[in-house]
């Protein structure tokens, strides 16, 4: 039975987004063998964004722990030091300097969301001039609107906005009053590379980022960070249907000490 629901979930997904992207150059493929695993199709994340938002910015998982949830996915560092990048199972930082790194083993995070990648659907979009919210409302009107995906996203972008925090010091501040003071916007152009993150749905807010959350890194190893924006002409999008998540408490012991 879940052989036959996995089949009919990836024609269900190409045929809606051939219908919604109707009137661009667009290829479709899917992958009819689901993963019927008990965790790799699952979201795993380590804390919940209120807590960082609220100021718990470090904790006690290392990226070798982390390595075991997932191949893919995005995060960040404690101390809020730097976003965190996750493709095809290699991790970079990418820091407040622009600086593109990779990231050990004995790294700490504060907050990080993974998963093993294996795209469920893929497409191709081509037009002229198109942004990044031109290309998530066509995604988010091609998916239903309750379920959670990991979707990668490659091309040549001819501007793409991005961020990147500088750590933080004790005693550390609410996440967006850090933001305000700390993160340095980087504007490329004329980049190419991939950005990867999820699409997760606005009852998930206290936990995750609710709506689309991507970060960007660039082939060359020389740029990325959050992505605010961006312009291309032409994107592939790869899409990964989660069957859940689950998450895992940070185990600093400032996360006992915040209201949530």
Avoid: W
Wanted: glycine share 8%; net charge neutral.
């Amino acid at each position: 039975m879940q052989t036959t629901l996995g089949v009919k979930r990836a024609f269900f997904y190409s045929i809606v987004s051939l219908i919604f992207l109707t009137g661009q150059s667009c290829t479709t493929k899917e992958d009819a063998t689901p993963d019927t695993s008990s965790t790799t199709d699952f979201l795993y994340q380590y804390s919940i964004i209120n807590a960082l938002l609220a100021g718990v910015f470090d904790g006690n998982l290392t990226f070798g722990e982390l390595k075991k949830h997932g191949d893919f996915g995005v995060g960040t560092f404690n101390r809020v030091d730097g976003e965190l990048v996750i493709n095809e199972g290699k991790r970079y930082r990418i820091r407040s300097n622009g600086s593109v790194s990779e990231v050990a083993d004995r790294d700490s995070t504060s907050l990080a969301f993974v998963k093993f990648f294996k795209a469920d659907s893929s497409f191709t979009v081509q037009t002229a001039g198109m942004t990044l919210e031109q290309l998530q409302k066509k995604i988010a009107a091609a998916l239903p609107v309750n379920e959670i995906y990991a979707i990668r996203i490659k091309g040549t972008f001819s501007k793409l906005t991005t961020r990147a925090p500088a750590p933080a010091q004790k005693p550390y501040p609410t996440l967006n009053d850090h933001l305000a003071k700390s993160q340095v916007i980087f504007n490329l152009t004329n980049t190419t590379g991939v950005a990867v993150g999820f699409l997760v749905p606005t009852y998930m807010e206290k936990v995750n980022v609710p709506g689309f959350h991507f970060h960007y890194l660039a082939d060359d190893l020389q740029s990325g960070g959050h992505v605010y924006d961006f312009t291309a002409t032409q994107v592939t999008v790869e899409i990964d249907r989660t069957k859940g998540y689950y998450v895992e408490l940070n185990t600093n012991v400032d996360f006992g000490k915040v209201t949530l």
